[in-house]
């Protein structure tokens, strides 16, 4: 049992390291990687609390519109906007491309074209309004979950996709992502999940209804392109679930 639970440890950890830019001290392992992705959503409320923080803290002297930006901007600094990154590349390669391989080949390409810059842009403007205009007691409850599931429906968009490359950021944990991984990782985003619905039943679950919604469309909207997924298209998951919980609480709030 020691051993179980200090090989799960190990592979949150690695999940911190490939998810964020925090300086932790963890050993890569192909085993543990490949378990890695089922504590994404713990990363995901790591991420989160720290933005909740810089969120309470900004508004103790400003008001909604700077704190949420606060919140946003902690956010992307811990992740080193890995996942702005990615759906900013789809949108790109969607955009862009006339064919599967023309796609694959701009959204490997380091630099932003024009329908990046634009879905990235409103996508931000997005999120920032959506968390202003949220009420400020429920922004720390939903900033942890909208973090921890939408990263939840990136381990489900694994599970049950097939990954588009024969080699990427995601090719390491593409295979070791099972059912199993999914119910870890959706019992660990539920805990927020959970204490929203407390504060806020109604919106809550408007919320989830949303994320879920976000998560089949942008999986038909990279699907029907690529045939599958890459590490970038899981960026485009994460960020659009996000958005989707949060305008979820804000319409039924």
Same mark, same amino acid.
């Given at each position: 049992?020691?051993?179980?639970?200090?090989?799960?440890?190990?592979?949150?950890?690695?999940?911190?390291?490939?998810?964020?830019?925090?300086?932790?001290?963890?050993?890569?392992?192909?085993?543990?990687?490949? @378990?890695?992705?089922?504590?994404?959503?713990?990363?995901?409320? &790591?991420?989160?609390?720290?933005?909740?923080?810089?969120?309470?803290?900004?508004?103790?002297?400003?008001? =909604?519109?700077?704190?949420?930006?606060?919140?946003?901007?902690?956010?992307?600094? &811990? #992740?080193?906007?890995?996942?702005?990154?990615?759906? @900013?590349?789809?949108?790109?390669?969607?955009?862009?491309?006339?064919?599967?391989?023309?796609?694959?080949?701009?959204?490997?390409?380091?630099?932003?074209? #024009?329908?990046?810059?634009?879905?990235?842009?409103?996508?931000?403007?997005?999120?920032?309004?959506?968390?202003?205009?949220?009420?400020?007691?429920?922004?720390?409850?939903?900033?942890?979950?909208?973090?921890?599931?939408?990263?939840?429906?990136? &381990?489900?968009?694994?599970?049950?996709?097939?990954?588009?490359?024969?080699?990427?950021?995601?090719? =390491?944990?593409?295979?070791?992502?099972?059912?199993? =991984?999914?119910?870890?990782?959706?019992?660990?985003?539920?805990?927020?999940?959970?204490?929203?619905?407390?504060?806020?039943?109604?919106?809550?679950?408007?919320?989830?209804?949303?994320?879920?919604?976000?998560?089949?469309?942008?999986?038909?909207?990279?699907?029907?392109?690529?045939?599958?997924?890459?590490?970038?298209?899981?960026?485009? &998951?994460?960020?659009?679930?996000?958005?989707?919980?949060?305008?979820?609480?804000?319409?039924?709030?």
């Amino acid at each position: 049992m020691r051993g179980r639970l200090a090989a799960e440890w190990a592979s949150f950890l690695l999940a911190c390291q490939f998810l964020t830019r925090l300086p932790i001290p963890a050993r890569w392992d192909a085993g543990r990687m490949a @378990a890695a992705p089922r504590w994404y959503p713990a990363a995901g409320l &790591v991420v989160g609390a720290l933005a909740a923080a810089a969120y309470g803290l900004a508004a103790l002297r400003f008001g =909604s519109g700077l704190a949420a930006l606060a919140a946003l901007g902690a956010g992307m600094l &811990v #992740t080193g906007c890995l996942h702005e990154d990615g759906f @900013a590349d789809v949108c790109d390669g969607i955009g862009g491309g006339a064919s599967r391989e023309r796609a694959l080949e701009i959204m490997r390409d380091s630099r932003l074209g #024009t329908y990046g810059v634009a879905g990235l842009a409103l996508m931000l403007l997005a999120r920032w309004q959506a968390l202003a205009e949220l009420r400020p007691a429920l922004i720390p409850l939903a900033l942890l979950a909208g973090h921890a599931a939408s990263r939840a429906s990136c &381990v489900a968009a694994m599970a049950g996709g097939t990954y588009a490359r024969a080699a990427g950021a995601a090719a =390491s944990v593409a295979g070791g992502v099972g059912w199993r =991984s999914v119910a870890v990782a959706a019992l660990i985003a539920a805990a927020p999940v959970l204490a929203l619905l407390i504060l806020a039943p109604v919106a809550a679950l408007a919320g989830v209804a949303a994320l879920a919604l976000a998560h089949l469309a942008t999986r038909l909207w990279y699907g029907r392109r690529l045939g599958g997924y890459t590490g970038d298209c899981l960026g485009a &998951v994460q960020q659009t679930g996000e958005l989707a919980f949060y305008l979820g609480l804000l319409g039924w709030s």
